[in-house]
């Protein structure tokens, strides 16, 4: 019998609505959703692991198949760890494209068991990142919109000068 199992991988700094639709959509078309923590070394976090860990958690209490870790070293290297069939990323534009391109390409490259696969974000997502959310916040602007509340006051409380 067939076993599914994919990988969500992100920074998730902090997880937003673009993010939460793209798990929960996956999490219906896999046995298994893996969503991973990962390191982007370009990028300076504003919450630890354990934190962008813990925030996503709160958001969903309701999807059981869907377990949520951290991991420091190399995706590819995770995938065939767990044995995952494949890596699924949300496709905001064409500008994410290119970069979604190589790293996709990459990681086939690192471990050929692993697809990935890519989801159209919904078009109210199309433009929302984990910058502009911190940088609303930062300004005491309303992120209501792109955040769900269980996670709000973690991102005010962290943010604010
Ligand atoms: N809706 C809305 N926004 C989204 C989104 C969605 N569905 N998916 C991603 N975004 C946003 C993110 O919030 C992020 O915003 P930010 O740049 O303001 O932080 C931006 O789009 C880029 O997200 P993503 O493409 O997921 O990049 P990332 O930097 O968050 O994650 C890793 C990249 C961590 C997955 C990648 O670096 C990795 O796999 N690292 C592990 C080490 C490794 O294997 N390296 C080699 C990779 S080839």
Redesign the pocket.
């Known amino acids: 019998m067939s076993n599914l199992i994919a990988l969500c991988?992100?920074?998730?700094?902090p997880v937003?609505y673009?993010?939460l639709?793209?798990i929960n959509r996956a999490a219906g078309m896999f046995d298994r959703l893996i969503v991973v923590v990962?390191?982007?070394k370009s990028?300076n976090c504003s919450f630890s692991p354990e934190e962008r860990v813990n925030m996503i958690k709160k958001c969903i209490p309701h999807l059981p198949n869907v377990e949520i870790v951290h991991f420091d070293?190399?995706?590819?290297d995770y995938a065939a760890k767990r044995g995952a069939n494949a890596i699924i990323?949300?496709l905001?534009a064409m500008s994410?494209f290119e970069?979604?391109f190589q790293?996709a390409l990459?990681?086939k490259k690192l471990n050929p068991n692993v697809e990935t696969l890519f989801l159209t974000?919904a078009t109210e997502?199309m433009y929302?990142?984990?910058?502009?959310v911190k940088q609303i916040a930062g300004m005491g602007g309303d992120i209501s919109g792109f955040v769900p509340e269980v996670i709000r006051e973690d991102i005010i409380n962290r943010i604010k000068k």
């Open positions: 991988p992100g920074s998730f700094d937003t673009g993010h639709d793209i990962a390191t982007n990028k070293g190399l995706l590819a990323k949300g905001r994410d970069y979604e790293m990459t990681n974000t997502n929302v990142s984990s910058s502009m």
